[in-house]
């Protein structure tokens, strides 16, 4: 069979045991074409190429309507192994592969568009992309590992998209702690390499500066830096302490700046922290005589027994607000109280982190 254009669209909503119904249409080149569907479920069916004939709906189209459960693999023949169609615009790749319900995937992309929107609106001039998550370690911990492309290339359009209504604004590449949160991580430094390599190499066309956010330890700090070396761009450190004046690695604050060669910083935050241990931790970040600020929390604790990976291991939901608790009186009026004494005491990089809203953020915005 000749190239075939594909067309997908999704007619309904309608969802039952986890599948969803799905039109699809096909344009073939000739009018006696026949088209048959053939992939990986039972609707599908399950790979055998003559049995899901497509229907004609016009002399150059066909067209079907079938309950998929996604991912959805599948390909196209006339009714045997002998005769695959060659699809147009599918890049070398044999099947087609629809991994996600399309509308589904639309409504949380403008979701999170609008999320970042919301806080621009508000008042923020820099915007982190939404790529905590989608390191490797974790995608793989949730059996995701292959969309790892896919999910961070998305969440850079969907930030460059929000850029381009507000073009002021600057996009941050967030590269998250590789392997735990809130912990050093110990693995090979071969591995820490090419987990922090991999992610910076996709985010590094779409930001405008790459932002190491809560790390816990002056050798990922050491190994990010090289990673991000050949992009030549500029780099925020976000440094992270649960409680007290210790990074997780036991380690301090100043050793970040003292031990690491530093070429294009522009400064260093203590991401994730209370408003209560940032103050505990000011008079040294003072010190290190480069621009500072900080992304405050709302958590009631980000130390939980017996640690942060155990505490998320053993939760029912994996939201970090089960075992971390969101404390109810860090009102925008209360973080704006904590965050002009921060700014009075020479602060000029400031902003929040989890349980901070565009409210809190609007509150910020006065100390401009």
Not at 22 to 49: A, C, H
Not at 118 to 144: C, H, P
Not at 166 to 175: F, H, Q, R, V
Request: proline letters at 5%.
């Amino acid at each position: 069979m000749r190239k075939i254009l594909i067309i997908f669209l999704l007619l309904s909503s309608i969802i039952s045991f986890g599948q969803e119904l799905s039109t699809i249409r096909v344009s073939v080149p000739n009018k006696t074409d026949e088209v048959f569907i053939v992939g990986n479920q039972e609707s599908l069916g399950n790979w055998q190429p003559e049995k899901i004939k497509m229907n004609k709906t016009s002399d150059y189209e066909r067209e079907i309507s079938l309950n998929l459960t996604f991912p959805a693999e599948f390909k196209f023949t006339r009714g045997s192994w002998n005769s695959e169609a060659i699809i147009n615009k599918l890049y070398g790749q044999p099947n087609f592969i629809l991994s996600e319900r399309p509308n589904k995937a639309k409504k949380y992309h403008q979701l999170l568009l609008d999320t970042h929107l919301d806080f621009i609106k508000a008042g923020a001039e820099v915007i982190v992309t939404t790529t905590f998550t989608t390191r490797k370690t974790r995608l793989r911990d949730n059996n995701f590992e292959d969309k790892f492309e896919y999910l961070n290339i998305k969440a850079c359009e969907i930030a460059q998209e929000a850029k381009k209504i507000y073009p002021e604004t600057m996009i941050a590449g967030g590269l998250p702690p590789q392997y735990l949160t809130y912990e050093a991580d110990e693995r090979p430094e071969k591995e820490i390499r090419n987990n922090f390599y991999s992610q910076a190499k996709i985010l590094n066309p779409y930001i405008d500066f790459f932002y190491f956010d809560v790390l816990s330890s002056v050798r990922e700090f050491k190994i990010a830096l090289e990673c991000i070396k050949d992009f030549n761009k500029p780099y925020l450190i976000g440094a992270h302490i649960s409680e007290g004046t210790n990074l997780p690695s036991g380690e301090k604050i100043t050793e970040i700046i003292s031990k690491i060669k530093h070429e294009k910083l522009l400064g260093i935050i203590l991401s994730c922290v209370s408003p209560e241990n940032y103050d505990l931790n000011l008079e040294e970040i003072r010190s290190l005589g480069v621009p500072f600020g900080f992304k405050l929390n709302g958590f009631i604790r980000t130390n939980p027994k017996p640690n942060y990976t155990g505490a998320y291991n053993k939760s029912k939901t994996g939201n970090p607000n089960e075992f971390l608790g969101v404390r109810e009186d860090l009102t925008p009026k209360k973080m704006f109280e904590f965050a002009k004494k921060f700014k009075e005491a020479g602060a000029t990089i400031i902003g929040g982190c989890c349980e901070v809203g565009p409210s809190h953020i609007k509150a910020f915005s006065k100390l401009k």
